[in-house]
């Protein structure tokens, strides 16, 4: 018997919780898509400015940690915001080597379309505000659990932290 209780394959595909998780990251994004497209940004490009409305000015390094992207995977997605009018990404004052990204006033005013969002998404899933509120929680500690099991395997190998 295995600690998998009831779970009579828990190699079946349909058991996965890494398939289950990439399905609904996809499936929930596609939703995002066509609300976010006439305020010409990417889902990706949203979270930049979600917390940018919530948290700026930051610095590069200090965004990339509350998104949990990496630079390289960061400095594109502010160009493109940069590009666009939406943010400035000038050299901190105190730190010459470091980039303060700032909302623009066009970034700014964006935030008053993104207020609708919400709603819309839940409307758009039919699901209630409390079930989502759930999930967030569920997926808020799984998230933590991979964090903490992806620090152990790093130090148990003699890999330095990430970040």
Not at 16 to 33: E, K, M, P, T, W
Not at 136 to 153: C, D, E, F, P, Y
Request: net charge neutral; glycine share 6%; hydrophobic share 45%.
């Amino acid at each position: 018997m295995s600690d998998f209780g009831d779970i009579p394959d828990p190699l079946s595909l349909e058991n996965q919780v890494c398939f289950a998780l990439a399905v609904a990251s996809r499936g929930v994004i596609a939703v995002y898509r066509p609300l976010l497209e006439p305020m010409g940004l990417t889902h990706p490009q949203y979270l930049v400015m979600l917390a940018l409305w919530q948290h700026a000015p930051l610095s590069v390094k200090d965004l990339g940690r509350l998104l949990q992207l990496e630079p390289a995977t960061l400095s594109p997605l502010l160009k493109r915001l940069e590009a666009n009018g939406f943010v400035n990404r000038p050299r901190a004052s105190q730190d010459e080597r470091s980039l303060a990204v700032t909302l623009t006033p066009a970034g700014r005013r964006l935030r008053d379309e993104a207020e609708k969002i919400p709603a819309a998404i839940v409307e758009r899933l039919g699901m209630e505000p409390a079930e989502l509120q759930r999930l967030h929680g569920m997926l808020t500690q799984v998230i933590s659990a991979a964090g903490k099991a992806n620090a152990a395997h790093r130090a148990a190998n003699g890999q330095t932290p990430a970040g």
